[in-house]
Nanobody, 117 residues
Framework: QVQLVESGGGLVQPGGSLRLSCAAS????????MNWYRQAPGKERELVAS???????NYSYSVKGRFAISRDNAKNTVYLQMNSLKPEDTAVYYCSGRHRRGGYAYWGQGTQVTVSS
C-alpha cells in the first residue's frame, strides 16, 4: 500500500504563513525525490518545489525566496514552509514522489490553501 497524505492547508491572510506536511508510506522514502505541485481553478497543475533524494532543492520563480521545501527521512515526511503568502498562491497543493532513477510517480490527494483577506 503506497500512500501520500497531505495536511496543513487552510485559510490565511496575505502576508501570512503555513507549513504543509506530506506523510509517506509503502515505499522506500529515502530513495525518492519529493515534489510539491499546486493547481488553481481553471489552471494546469504547476510544479512549485522539489527536493532530491540527497537533499538538493529547487523552486519555481514565483515562490523562490518565500517557500522552502525540506524532508525528514526518519519520519518519512516532506514539508513545504510557505511565507509571505499572496492571493495568487491560492490552490490545491499536491505532494508527489518519484524514485531517484525515474519512473512512476506517486501522488497524494491534495490540501487546500486559500490566501484571502
Amino acid at each position: 500500500q503506497v500512500q501520500l497524505v497531505e495536511s496543513g492547508g487552510g485559510l490565511v491572510q496575505p502576508g501570512g504563513s503555513l507549513r504543509l506536511s506530506c506523510a509517506a508510506s509503502g515505499f522506500t522514502f529515502s530513495e525518492y525525490a519529493m515534489n510539491w505541485y499546486r493547481q488553481a481553478p481553471g489552471k494546469e497543475r504547476e510544479l512549485v518545489a522539489s527536493i532530491s533524494a540527497d537533499g538538493r532543492n529547487n523552486y519555481s520563480y514565483s515562490v523562490k525566496g518565500r517557500f522552502a521545501i525540506s524532508r525528514d527521512n526518519a519520519k518519512n515526511t516532506v514539508y513545504l514552509q510557505m511565507n509571505s503568502l499572496k492571493p495568487e498562491d491560492t490552490a490545491v497543493y499536491y505532494c508527489s514522489g518519484r524514485h531517484r532513477r525515474g519512473g512512476y510517480a506517486y501522488w497524494g490527494q491534495g490540501t487546500q490553501v486559500t490566501v484571502s483577506s
